[in-house]
């Protein structure tokens, strides 16, 4: 089954409309359109992308900012329908969100841990049952029943990582992979991460760390303005990224 | 196994009422949410949703009864009146800023992870009734004061919550599109809000309105469902066939156009968030 896709992505467009002005007020937008001064312009954001992943691959995608890296995360993820094109994605995904977004101070480590957990996608009952093993790996299980305002924030972010990484993904999607916490946390959860990438799922990678793309992934996708320049091999695809980026 | 495909039709609202079943595990966890950081985590409890609208009730109950000297034309008593009035606007302002900012704020999760936000909109409405229904217990005391008891039609309120939670629910997704779109938008609304209380017959009584004002006044969706309110508990106004036909077409369509506005929007703004 080594060869199961899960994720097929064929020919994808994301565009939008945006104001020339970067309009962001009721104010200024009246006064723009009174004066028809409303430009809008087509922004593609991503344009003319394909791949596959298969169970077991990790693919990544780098380029500079803005070219369209978290807008790919996102479009797999399933937050941002393409334009055009056609994604399928087939079983669990895992995304591993900003630490601690989803999270609430004023409820407990525990209620904390149910909350986030159901908003990446599993069940209130799945993580009810997960609460103590995540926080014995997090080592907080002394403060299970405290609220998370009163965490320090390397408490919170080894919470989030701990319930954000305590799942079987069939698809796992990294924006950078994170190292929270002190030293001897960083390695431990640096170790998860590699891990659950290495479990058998699929991974979608998108980071600036480009010694960690080359070492980690099957293969690599360079994005230049939402579309893709080179794909193949990461030592190859890399090497083409930097040699653009220092001329 | 779940699959994701992007090309597979979906019929808005219907796809969205959908999925909100389907993670209706999420759901209640959000309004248990809104419900524990306000009650349990608070010294005075469940007092806390209580306080502000019986704080805002005694201060109008002293303006406008002390002060200005007023009086229903009935003779009716003016503070079980002027309760039911405060506790309406405040499920209806709580509903609809509460949903819309849980939205407008969630883009740290919303941007990242597959959840439909109309769920916290739905959630926040939710909590707001909870909040309703519990303000109900001082309001059958202020009854019993004057001697009145609910009427034996006051289950009819559940159909007034129900459509109200509807209504909160359209309205505030709406509310979140300009919330994400136009950073001034919040200002404006809290002025919109404002006005909108004034044109709820909250603390006078529709009569004492001239025919012009009055015809205005009438076509605020919220007359229409205070009047009833009014009139199956405690039996404090009078309520019409016409209010119940607004009251209903209000909220099922206000539920319908913002779902779908929001089904069409939402992606667009999720872009630039």
């Known amino acids: 089954m080594s060869q199961e896709k899960i994720v097929e992505i064929t020919d994808i467009s994301l565009a939008y409309r945006r104001t020339r002005h970067r309009v962001s007020s009721l104010k200024q937008t009246a006064i723009d359109t009174i004066k028809r001064r409303m430009a809008y312009e087509e922004f593609y954001a991503l344009r003319g992308v394909s791949f596959d992943i298969a169970r077991g691959e990790t693919v990544s995608v780098i380029g500079r900012n803005g070219a369209g890296k978290s807008t790919m995360l996102k479009v797999i993820a399933r937050v941002l329908p393409p334009s055009t094109g056609r994604v399928i994605v087939r079983g669990h995904v895992a995304p591993m969100i900003e630490l601690g977004a989803g999270f609430n101070p004023e409820l407990t480590g525990a209620e904390n841990i149910v909350l986030y957990g159901t908003l990446l996608g599993r069940t209130p009952r799945e993580m009810r049952a997960r609460i103590e093993p995540i926080a014995d790996w997090a080592g907080l299980i002394e403060h299970l029943d405290i609220p998370v305002r009163a965490y320090s924030s390397g408490m919170t972010a080894r919470l989030a990582f701990a319930t954000a990484t305590d799942t079987t993904p069939d698809l796992l999607l990294i924006d950078e992979i994170l190292s929270v916490g002190d030293e001897d946390f960083r390695e431990k959860s640096a170790a998860r991460t590699i891990e659950l990438m290495n479990s058998g799922c699929a991974v979608l990678l998108v980071s600036h760390d480009l010694a960690t793309v080359e070492k980690m992934s099957t293969r690599a996708i360079y994005l230049e303005h939402g579309v893709p320049k080179r794909s193949g091999v990461p030592s190859e695809v890399i090497e083409a990224y930097l040699s653009d980026v220092h001329h | ?273």
């Open chain 2, 1 to 273: 196994m779940q699959v994701y495909d992007s090309s597979a039709r979906q019929i808005p609202v219907i796809s969205q009422v959908k999925s909100i079943y389907e993670n209706r595990g999420l759901l209640r966890l959000l309004v248990v949410r809104d419900l524990t950081v306000r009650y349990k985590r608070s010294v005075i409890g469940v007092w806390w949703s209580l306080l502000n609208p019986l704080f805002t009730t005694a201060v109008m109950f002293y303006v406008f009864n002390t002060v200005f000297k007023s009086k229903l034309p009935d003779g009716a008593p003016f503070l079980p009146y002027l309760l039911s009035g405060v506790l309406l606007i405040t499920l209806f302002n709580q509903g609809l800023t509460m949903g819309a900012d849980a939205i407008a704020s969630g883009a740290g999760v919303l941007t990242k992870v597959y959840v439909r936000p109309e769920i916290f909109a739905l959630s926040a409405s939710i909590s707001s009734a909870i909040n309703f229904v519990i303000g109900l217990a001082p309001l059958t005391i202020v009854l019993a004061f004057y001697h009145k008891t609910p009427t034996w039609r006051f289950p009819l309120v559940l159909v007034i919550i129900l459509c109200m939670t509807l209504f909160t629910t359209g309205l505030s997704l709406l509310l979140a599109i300009a919330y994400v779109n136009f950073d001034d938008s919040r200002s404006l609304i809290n002025i919109f809000l404002m006005a909108l209380q004034y044109m709820t017959p909250i603390f006078y009584p529709i009569s004492v309105l001239g025919p012009h004002t009055r015809e205005v006044i009438v076509l605020n969706p919220l007359t229409s469902f205070l009047d009833i309110f009014r009139h199956e508990f405690g039996n404090s106004a009078v309520s019409t066939l016409g209010n119940w036909e607004t009251m209903l077409g209000c909220s099922s369509l206000a539920f319908v156009v913002g779902f779908y506005v929001f089904s069409k929007r939402w992606p667009k703004v999720v872009a630039k968030l």
